[in-house]
């Protein structure tokens, strides 16, 4: 295997959520390229039409029933199984009042981000072989509070735990568990930001880190370093430190 996971004799196989956009989608496409057989997964079956080449998979991360259903056609009609699969699918939504906190935007945002990777783990870690992966993906938003960030910070802040824990478990069964941390990527999920996001990098370049990370076996793959080396410096700093820091930032974005 190569620095980016390219191809070996036999033909490896992937399975991607949110597949049908932003980093899922240019991940798709990248292993598509390098020969794997790809699984692409979202909600948007015209969106996900646009991936020539891969096995298209539609559903929702919250339909519990159809994640198990699908599962099932993939073990029993397709009897496939998989090196990796990238657990990706996610939504972004902000608490604008915090004095108004909007309980069910939370809820959505835990719902999709969270409890939908619970309900993946439980249908298509079984299809994963010895020697498999499977990766989560958090943010480097867990590294520091970042203001309005309360649901979607929680939410990367549980899969950052989930991806610890279950790597501890998974360990005796063959199966690795990476997560990842990217810094900003322009996708439409960024596009809807309103604030300045330093750093940003192009899905091209997000695909290029987190395949990189995956074919080295990265536990924790975080990217551009030069960003999420400074929230993890920062982290290390009194807690007043870095919170005058982001009061500062919340202000500017006020004005
Ligand atoms: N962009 C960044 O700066 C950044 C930084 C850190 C982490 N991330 C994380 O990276 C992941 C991908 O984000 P992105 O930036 O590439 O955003 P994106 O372009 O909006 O893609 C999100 C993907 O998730 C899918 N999805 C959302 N809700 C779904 C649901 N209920 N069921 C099935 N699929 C669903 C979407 O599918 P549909 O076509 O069905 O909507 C889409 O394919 C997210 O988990 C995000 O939190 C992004």
Not at 68 to 78: G, S
Not at 207 to 222: F, M, N, V, Y
């Amino acid at each position: 295997m190569n620095a980016v996971g390219s191809t070996s004799k036999t033909q490896q196989c992937v399975l991607i959520t949110g597949a049908s956009s932003g980093i899922g989608l240019q991940l798709s496409l990248d292993y598509l390229q390098q020969g794997w057989k790809v699984y692409a997964c979202g909600r948007d079956e015209q969106r996900l039409s646009q991936l020539t080449g891969a096995h298209q998979r539609v559903f929702d991360v919250n339909d519990a029933e159809a994640i198990a259903a699908q599962a099932t056609a993939l073990k029993e009609v397709e009897q496939v199984t998989f090196d990796l699969v990238i657990l990706n699918a996610g939504t972004c939504e902000y608490i604008n009042d915090p004095l108004h906190f909007d309980g069910q935007l939370f809820e959505r945002v835990i719902q999709t981000n969270v409890i939908s990777m619970g309900h993946c783990l439980a249908a298509f870690l079984p299809l994963i072989k010895a020697g498999g992966r499977v990766a989560l993906m958090s943010s480097s938003a867990v590294y520091l509070p970042f203001p309005r960030a309360e649901a979607y910070g929680a939410s990367k802040a549980a899969i950052q735990y989930l991806a610890s824990s279950l790597l501890i478990d998974l360990k005796p069964h063959g199966i690795d568990v990476s997560v990842i941390c990217p810094g900003f990527v322009k996708t439409p999920l960024t596009d809807k930001n309103d604030f300045a996001m330093p750093m940003q990098q192009t899905p091209e370049q997000a695909s290029i880190a987190i395949r990189q990370g995956l074919a080295k076996g990265e536990q924790e793959i975080h990217f551009p370093r030069r960003f999420t080396l400074i929230l993890k410096l920062f982290s290390l700093l009194p807690r007043g430190v870095w919170q005058k820091i982001m009061l500062r930032r919340k202000a500017a974005d006020n004005r």
